[in-house]
T-cell receptor, first 114, second 113 residues
């Protein structure tokens, strides 16, 4: 069945370090790909998205590229800040008939130390 | 434009009590969702509604019921609360296209004693 595998956390980095959070998925169709972020005590919000192969989504210094050949959508940031401490979720959206099914990774907790 | 609103923000129930979590969106979205979030489990879909008048079970529907009252509102009811339903509950809504993102409410933190 359709599924997503996301790098397990927690991830702890020092400020200005490079971040990669891996995400791979299995899908029968061609999903749109999303990364959501959840800051402490809040709901989830969209961080970035890509809707077709080779698209690159970017926002707040984060980037992810839709790799159809490896079915991956890894999240990267060149220099993390303390304010990036949050939980990050990878979520492919698949189309099944009239329903739009969004599959969730388990989330990766990131803590950035000053 | 408030987005997705949820009430209440916090609730404590005793085992066996009932309650309804309310959710409303003002973005004219067709699809609405109820999730629960537990430590180490990520987000799990309880029920969803692809359009007004339709509801479908998600991954963990047991112990819950839903009502899509109109296009704006989607409520979640616990008829007889159990300690296993202690969780944070999120409502979300989404536009029609596959590339539309979900918009989330702020969540309801529920404790069942």
């Amino acid at each position: 069945g359709d599924s997503v595998t996301q790098m397990e956390g927690p991830v702890t980095l020092s400020e200005e370090a490079f971040l990669t959070i891996n995400c791979t998925y299995t899908a029968t169709g061609y999903p749109s790909l999303f990364w959501y972020v959840q800051y402490p005590g809040e709901g989830l919000q969209l961080l970035l998205k890509a809707t077709k192969a080779d698209d690159k989504g970017s926002n707040k210094g984060f980037e992810a590229t839709y790799r159809k050949e490896t079915t991956s959508f890894h999240l990267e940031k060149g220099s993390v800040q303390v304010s990036d401490s949050a939980v990050y979720f990878c979520a492919p959206t698949l189309c099944a008939g009239n329903n739009r099914k969004l599959i969730w990774g388990l989330g990766t907790s990131l803590a950035v130390n000053p | 434009n408030a987005g997705v609103t949820q009430t209440p923000k916090f609730q404590v129930l005793k085992t066996g009590q009932s309650m309804t979590l309310q959710c409303a969106q003002d973005m004219n979205h067709n699809s609405m969702y109820w999730y629960r979030q537990d430590p180490g489990m990520g987000l799990r879909l309880i029920y969803y509604s692809a359009s007004e008048g339709t509801t479908d079970k998600g991954e963990v529907p047991n112990g819950y019921n839903v009502s899509r009252l109109n296009k704006r509102e989607f409520s979640l009811r616990l008829e007889s609360a159990a300690p296993s339903q202690t969780s944070v509950y999120f409502c979300a809504s989404k536009g029609q296209m596959t590339y539309n993102e979900q918009f989330f409410g702020p969540g309801t933190r529920l404790t069942v004693l």
